[in-house]
């Protein structure tokens, strides 16, 4: 991982700035990833900071819900300052043991709180964005005892081989479970690319709040599809993700480097078709399984993308007949 270094130019807070949203994307992912491929309610720790039982699978996404936010809050001030916000990423892992995960999660708070202190900036010239690196940097202390917390707590109770959830290997051949996957794929990228036009649109704080609704939105439909596919014998896949002999999966490229639209019309006229097209793969996927749990659990994610349509829709339509919006 790259240091921070001296920020003492403009160019130096936005080049570096941007190798820490470049971590903040991945592991934002990544403990999602880990956190939606462990049993729910089923390895609780006590944790350190909020003194109560907590699940760690639940805390897991908690934590990565707190690097979205560190992703947010850097990218808005690379936006401010006319830099450009990154969507690159680091690498992603996942273990076949839970505990190899948390306790690579628990090294990446160690390695990204180093990052954050090894920022030298300059005195009195970036006194917002040396608060900010104080405050997230925290914040990572805190993730770095939650994660050890779970990590000794697995190791009490003898749970060192407890394994994630896997692909079953018959599953590769069904359509139902190949197109929960493709929706994931989609939800995922359409949640990176409505965070985007936030920042993008960060001026304009109405359409920006909207964009905003629709990530979380899209977040949660990933979060849910998580759960179905474990109910389905299946495990949220890490896109481009290698396999290695030991059941090792390693992706370089997780989530798409690049997202379309640079600009108010670009951006908006990219993401109807996007929306169009989750709600025919939902609309396609829902009849190959009987009305039940799985359809109830499906359903609501359809009904919300159909409103992400019409919500698209006249946000584009709108846009176009105001004169003079840029
Ligand atoms: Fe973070
Ligand atoms: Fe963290
Ligand atoms: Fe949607």
């Not at 670009?266 to 190959?288: D, F, G, H, N």
């Amino acid at each position: 991982m790259q240091k921070i270094g001296l920020i003492k130019t403009d160019e130096d807070a936005v080049r570096l700035l941007n190798i820490a949203l470049e971590h903040e994307w991945a592991v934002s992912f990544e403990y999602t990833i880990h956190a939606y491929s462990m049993p729910k309610a089923t390895f609780f720790y006590h944790d350190p900071t909020m003194k109560v039982r907590k699940d760690a699978r639940a805390q897991t996404i908690q934590i990565g819900i707190d690097e979205m936010y560190h992703a947010l809050q850097l990218g808005l001030i690379i936006q401010q300052m006319g830099g450009t916000p990154s969507f690159k990423t680091d690498e992603v892992i996942r273990y076949p043991r839970i505990l190899d995960n948390l306790k690579r999660d628990r090294m990446t708070e160690d390695l990204v709180t180093d990052l954050y202190r090894s920022a030298e900036i300059v005195e009195g010239a970036f006194p917002k964005i040396q608060n900010m690196v104080l405050n997230i940097a925290f914040d990572e202390v805190r993730h770095a005892a939650q994660f050890q917390a779970m990590i000794d707590t697995l190791e009490a109770e003898g749970q060192q081989e407890a394994l994630c959830f896997r692909h079953a290997p018959e599953n590769r051949d069904k359509e139902e479970i190949q197109l929960l996957h493709e929706i994931m794929r989609i939800e995922n990228e359409l949640m990176h690319r409505y965070l985007k036009y936030t920042l993008l649109f960060s001026d304009h704080q109405d359409l920006s709040q909207r964009l905003f609704k629709n990530a979380i939105d899209q977040m949660r439909h990933w979060d849910k599809n998580s759960g179905t596919l474990v109910m389905l014998g299946d495990v949220v896949r890490i896109e481009n993700a290698e396999t290695d002999a030991d059941g090792v999966e390693k992706s370089l490229s997780p989530m798409p480097d690049l997202y379309p639209g640079e600009d108010r019309m670009a951006a908006l006229e990219s993401l109807l078709p996007t929306e169009e097209e989750l709600v025919r793969l939902y609309e396609k996927l829902l009849p190959l399984f009987p009305e039940g749990e799985v359809t109830d659990r499906l359903t609501p994610n359809l009904a919300l993308d159909r409103e992400h349509v019409f919500t698209q829709t006249y946000l584009l339509e709108n846009a176009r007949q105001v004169v003079g919006l840029e």
